[in-house]
C-alpha cells in the first residue's frame, strides 16, 4: 500500500510541477523555474520519507569543499537525483535525452541548465558534455554527475566514463565521490519500495592534477569501496566488491 500511495503522489506531484516550471520558463533569467524545481525536491523527498518510509541519512557535507566542484554519484536509484540536488541551492546536473522524451521536460531542462548529453555516448555526447558543463562552470555552479551513465542494481557496477575526466580536468575543480545505499530502498525504477534508512555520505574531495586513469581509478575505488560498505551496514551481510556488468549498450554492441 506505501509504495502505490507513493507512486500516486510522485505522479501528481511530477505532473503539477513540471506544468509550473514549464510557466515559469516564460520568466527571464533561471530563478523562478530553479525555486520551482527546488520546491519539487524537497516535497519528492519529504514523500519518500512520510509516504514510503524511506529516510535519508545525510554523511560528510562537512568534507564538501568551498566553491565550484563537481560530485560524481553512484546512481542505483531513480530517487537519487532528489536526494542530492536537495542539498544544493543551485546545482547543475549531467543527465541522458532521455528525460527529453517526456512531455514539456525538454524546456524545464534547457531553462535549469542541464547538461543534456545523448546516452549512447560517442563523440557528439563528449563535445556536448564539455560545451554545456563550460556554461556552468562558468556561472559557478556545482555539477553533479552519474559517471557510470547508468541506474545500477545493487551489488552491480558499470564501466566508469571518461566524461567526468575531461570536466576534472578541463574546469581545474575538485571531484567529490558521493556514495549510497538508496537502491536498498528504492531499486533502479522499480514500484515496489521499501521501508528503512538509506545513507548518502559524500567521501573526500579528489584533488586536481591527476592523470586520467590515476583519477578513474581512485573515483571508482571510493564510490564503489564505500557503497559496498553502505550496503553491508544496512543489510548486516559482509562487505561484498560489485560486479562489473555491461550496460545495455555494450551488451547490444557484443550481440551484433
Known amino acids: 500500500m506505501r509504495s502505490l500511495v507513493f507512486s500516486v503522489a510522485y505522479w501528481v506531484l511530477s505532473i503539477g510541477y513540471t506544468l509550473a516550471a514549464v510557466i515559469a520558463a516564460l520568466v527571464p533569467g533561471r530563478g523562478a523555474t530553479g525555486w520551482i524545481i527546488r520546491r519539487y525536491v524537497r516535497r519528492m523527498v519529504q514523500a519518500m520519507r512520510h509516504l514510503a518510509g524511506i529516510r535519508v541519512e545525510y554523511r560528510g557535507e562537512e568534507r564538501l569543499p568551498s566553491g565550484a566542484f563537481i560530485l560524481a554519484a553512484k546512481h542505483q536509484s531513480w530517487g537519487d537525483g532528489f536526494t542530492v540536488y536537495d542539498r544544493f541551492q543551485d546545482l547543475a546536473f549531467v543527465t541522458g535525452d532521455h528525460l527529453e522524451k517526456f512531455p514539456l521536460m525538454a524546456t524545464v531542462l534547457r531553462k535549469l541548465g542541464a547538461i543534456v548529453v545523448n546516452n549512447c555516448g560517442g563523440r557528439d555526447a563528449r563535445e556536448a558534455l564539455q560545451s554545456r558543463a563550460a556554461d556552468a562552470h562558468r556561472d559557478g555552479r556545482r555539477i553533479l554527475?552519474?559517471?557510470?551513465?547508468?541506474?545500477?542494481?545493487?551489488?552491480?557496477?558499470?564501466?566508469?566514463?571518461?566524461?567526468?575526466?575531461?570536466?576534472?580536468?578541463?574546469?581545474?575543480?575538485?571531484?567529490?565521490?558521493?556514495?549510497?545505499?538508496?537502491?536498498?530502498?528504492?531499486?533502479?525504477?522499480?514500484?515496489?519500495?521499501?521501508?528503512?534508512?538509506?545513507?548518502?555520505?559524500?567521501?573526500?574531495?579528489?584533488?586536481?592534477?591527476?592523470?586520467?586513469?590515476?583519477?578513474l581509478a581512485r573515483l571508482e575505488a571510493a564510490v564503489e569501496g564505500r557503497t559496498a560498505e553502505l550496503v553491508a551496514e544496512a543489510t548486516g551481510l559482509p562487505v561484498t566488491p560489485a560486479i562489473r556488468v555491461a550496460t545495455p549498450d555494450e551488451a547490444a554492441r557484443a550481440a551484433a
Open 145 to 215: 554527475i552519474y559517471p557510470e551513465g547508468n541506474l545500477a542494481k545493487v551489488g552491480e557496477k558499470f564501466r566508469y566514463r571518461s566524461g567526468v575526466w575531461h570536466m576534472y580536468r578541463d574546469f581545474d575543480m575538485p571531484v567529490v565521490p558521493v556514495a549510497t545505499n538508496l537502491g536498498l530502498f528504492w531499486p533502479q525504477e522499480a514500484f515496489r519500495k521499501t521501508p528503512g534508512i538509506a545513507t548518502l555520505e559524500f567521501l573526500e574531495p579528489i584533488p586536481t592534477g591527476l592523470a586520467k586513469d590515476e583519477f
